[in-house]
């Protein structure tokens, strides 16, 4: 039995899990900044709705 390939295989495994997890953290920071931007963007265009006239995007014109 080959106790050196043993022993390198679980060193790359364990590489591998450590830059997994590594990925996945950065993947869920990014998450959460892209909901947090969005969660803004949603809140800066509902304020500016009640300056509007209440009529205003009542109707669409199919006739143009």
Do not use: R
Not at 25 to 31: M, P, Q, T
Request: net charge negative; charged share 10%; no cysteine.
């Amino acid at each position: 039995m080959d106790v050196s390939g043993i022993a390198a295989a679980a060193a790359n495994l364990a590489q591998y899990k450590t830059a997994s997890d590594v990925q996945l953290a950065v993947f869920k920071k990014a998450v959460d900044i892209s909901a947090q931007n969005s969660l803004q963007l949603i809140q800066a265009a509902t304020q500016s709705l009640p300056n509007n006239p209440p009529n205003l995007g009542n109707a669409i014109d199919t006739f143009a």
